[in-house]
Each structure stands twice: as structure tokens, then as C-alpha cells.
């Protein structure tokens, strides 16, 4: 599957933003998705994670409050709502997919196979 993230851009701190990730494949609802982001000189850091229907998700306790993870399997697309953005979730944003048994919400990098190009977040204060 391709996977292509968009939806980055500069932002105050306190703004909003709504990245999407879109995929190639038509049996999307075979995969779960994450969201991680990566700062240059940094290990990449798990955001949050969506089950294959979206009835399970895992947030990343620094966002948790503040982001959002959705889906709509119809459009093949796994949306990260931002909301009260900080400047320490400055990073660029990658989307994974993996395929996945119904309930699993994999949470590291290790977990997912297929990787989109990223889409660059910054937050000024």
C-alpha cells in the first residue's frame, strides 16, 4: 500500500491543524495506522494509532487532550487532528499502515510496514 501524508504547515502556538493520510489500497479496513513525528537528530516518536474500524485508538500521553486520530475507510484515509499546538510538537509528521487483526493498535515503529513521506508540523510561540 502507498501512503501519502499531507496536511502540515506553519502554525501559532495554540492553532490547529488536521493532517490526513491517504492510501492506494481498497481494502484500507485491512490496515491499522499510525502517526509518528521526528525531529532532525531524533528517534522518531509514536503520536497515535487507529484499529482497522476505528473503534480502538492509542494517543501518546503528551498529546492525549489535544490530538485526535480518525478514519474513513470509504475515502481510505486516516486523519491526526492537532489542536492547541505547541511548539515542541515542531516535527515532521510520518504516517504507517500495517495490515492487522481487527482490534490490534500497534504502537511502534517496528510494528508497521508501509511508511508515508512525511509532511512538515511547525509551531511558533
Known amino acids: 500500500v502507498q501512503l501519502q501524508a499531507f496536511g502540515g504547515g506553519s502554525v501559532q502556538a495554540g492553532d490547529s491543524l488536521r493532517l490526513s493520510c491517504a492510501a492506494s489500497e481498497r481494502t484500507f479496513s485491512n490496515y491499522a495506522v499510525g502517526w509518528f513525528r521526528q525531529v532532525l537528530g531524533k528517534a522518531r516518536e509514536f503520536v497515535g494509532a487507529i484499529n482497522r474500524n476505528g473503534n480502538f485508538r492509542n494517543l501518546a500521553d503528551s498529546v492525549k487532550g489535544r490530538f485526535t486520530i480518525s478514519r474513513d475507510n470509504a475515502k481510505n484515509t486516516v486523519y491526526l487532528r492537532m489542536d492547541t499546538l505547541k511548539a515542541e510538537d515542531t516535527a515532521v509528521y510520518y504516517c504507517?499502515?500495517?495490515?492487522?487483526?481487527?482490534?490490534?493498535?500497534?504502537?511502534?515503529?517496528?510494528?508497521?510496514?508501509?511508511w508515508g513521506q512525511g509532511t512538515q508540523v511547525t509551531v511558533s510561540s
Open positions: 504507517a499502515a500495517r495490515r492487522a487483526i481487527l482490534s490490534h493498535v500497534p504502537t511502534t515503529e517496528d510494528d508497521y510496514h508501509y
